[in-house]
């Protein structure tokens, strides 16, 4: 839609024209450098975008096919954008979908504009859209490519809005420009900082048009729109006010990663992605480096990370307090910790392996064993697959498929992976596979790893493979969630001497503090209290769950084992937005892969927080949408 008109709003200041000049000023005062004034112009101004949406007297010039040239190379290094794609036809509702997602990332909006007013109709049509956004807003209209604008916004830390490509096409149509150059722009759309998102048109789903014009222009629309999914992490289809997700990333017919059914052995892929390993495009990867704890922030009551609340326990900080009194002076020593880990879980000293939480554990996966290729089971943990990208591993992910409870098929595994990691419990759906099913990873000349950061949440731990002397088998623990030491970095491996060793091999020295040795070694001597810790965390998931089933009925949940919830609701970003508005912080999950915008996690807290929250999302998730 456009946002065009005489509007009294916030605009971008601008150089004063292009016979004016002026100088350089800042978008608004959020944001800490201004743009360079070529290529945006405030709404309203003389030399607005033309006023015919199809056909006219072409024009020409370079003025004319700037406005479809691709964005720039961000120097040295590899650029990136987080890119949303929201698809809909004529009122579908796209535009406010766009606009929720745009309020829901926390960033200085600017609403980029591509269309004109035309008539009286058009102008009352603007006039609402401009009355639904935000006061705070910036909105430009580009001269020039409004992908090329966008990206500079999002390299500059902000949010984009781009509404959306169909006026954009009409216009460089109007002007004679070749459409296969916005095409091109389109494919070459690659930024780094902040966020864009993109409304395109639903355009081509009726009768082929009768002219060849219109007929161009909405096979543009339709090319422009496929170049932007196949670069999308979140791509959405908007009907009748409702949102389908889509698989974001490579076009029909690329690569799939794939998914186990609850049919037997059959195996179907869905979720295409590009690059190398069957992974997402490279400047897609950034997403897997976020997490819970970016959600947070002062005030905000925290039911994003999912860490049992309250700090570590008493015997715990006293711990350590000795190492602090003790042991910070010279350089740390794991053998009395390997040994306490060792009598906990039946195995030898030399099977374990402390490292600086769970995830550097994950991280040495790569360069430890140096598979050909690996297969992660997803949705799960995303640091896995960040170090093993890092690393130049190709990775394949195997998702887990919702509507079969996430449960875990082995057959769904390519069969020529030597690595294959997979979380029990798994985040952020909290599944518990049994110890049958993780076996049945096994093969020959394959590595098995099992992350087991959240099973110590579970009471008894079921499934565990950790006391199992297996040598082919790696299982990850740590003590981040159940104890509260996030802070402290206490994790471990446990493996059959071969593969420990091969890990301390590749492990940086001294990377377990004296701190986090003592807490491993505290933790190993007091099975009772990691119990006491499990049921709480069982106590206090089985009254969120049994809240939200109450108050928010219609809501969709999974079953967990652990203190999170994974929930879907049609307007998740939204949904989070107004959720931070009443001072609570939940961890959106789009992020994991195999899970889209819709996608929330709940951790859950003692009764009187579990409280406070589902009030509130049963006011942000009203009845008639779940």
Known sequence: MVGGGHRPRARVPLLHGRAGGGDRRRLDAHRSRAFPARGLRHRGRARQLPAHALGGDPGGGDAVRRRCRPPSRVPGGRARVSLVVVIGGTRSGKSARAEALAAASGLSVTYVATGAVIDGEMRERVARHRARRPARWATVEPDADPLAVAATIARDGGCALVDGIGGWLATAQ?????????????????????????????????????????????????????????????????????????????????????????????????????????????????????????????????????????????????????????????????????????????????????????????????????????????????????????????????????????????????????????????????????????????????????????LDLVPGEPGSLAAEPLPDVIVVRSLTKSLALAGVRAGYALAAPALAQRLRDVRPPWSVNALALAALRAAAERPDALADAARRAEAEREDLVARLADAVPGLRTWPSVTNFVLVEMPDGPGAVARLRADGIAVRHAASFPGLHAGHVRLTARDPQANARLVAALAAAVPAGVR
């Open 174 to 454: 109007h002007h004679g420009t070749d459409l296969a150059a916005c095409v091109a722009a389109a494919r070459e759309l690659s930024t780094r900082g902040g966020r864009v998102i993109v409304v395109a048109e639903h355009a081509g789903a009726g009768v082929t048009p009768m002219d060849a014009l219109t007929r161009a222009w909405v096979d543009a629309v339709g090319e422009v729109t496929q170049a932007l999914v196949a670069r999308a992490e979140v791509a959405e289809l908007v009907v009748a006010g409702r949102v389908v997700p889509l698989a974001a990333g490579a076009p029909a017919g690329g690569d799939r990663p794939l998914v186990g059914t609850s049919e037997g052995d059959e195996v179907r892929p869905v979720a295409p992605t590009s690059g190398a390993g069957g992974g997402p495009p490279d400047d897609a990867l950034a997403d897997l480096r976020v997490h819970g704890d970016a959600a947070l922030a002062p005030g905000l009551a925290d039911h994003a990370v999912n860490v049992l609340d309250g700090g570590p326990p008493g015997w715990l900080r006293a711990a350590l307090r000795t190492a602090l009194e003790t042991a910070v002076d010279r350089y740390p020593d794991e053998r009395d910790a390997c040994a306490a880990l060792a009598a906990r879980h039946g195995r030898t000293p030399g099977e374990v392996v402390p490292t600086n939480g769970a995830a550097e554990a994950l991280w040495l996966l790569g360069p430890a064993l140096a598979p050909r290729h690996a297969a992660v089971v997803h949705p799960a943990f995303t640091e896995t697959e960040a170090g093993l990208r890092a690393h130049g591993i190709p990775v394949t992910r195997v998702l887990r498929d919702p509507d079969a409870g996430f449960a875990l098929h082995p057959s769904a595994v390519p069969a020529d992976a030597d690595l294959v990691v997979v979380g029990n419990p798994a985040s952020p759906s909290g599944t518990l596979d049994p110890a049958a099913a993780l076996l049945a990873l096994r093969a020959p000349g394959r590595t098995v790893v099992v992350d087991e950061a959240f």
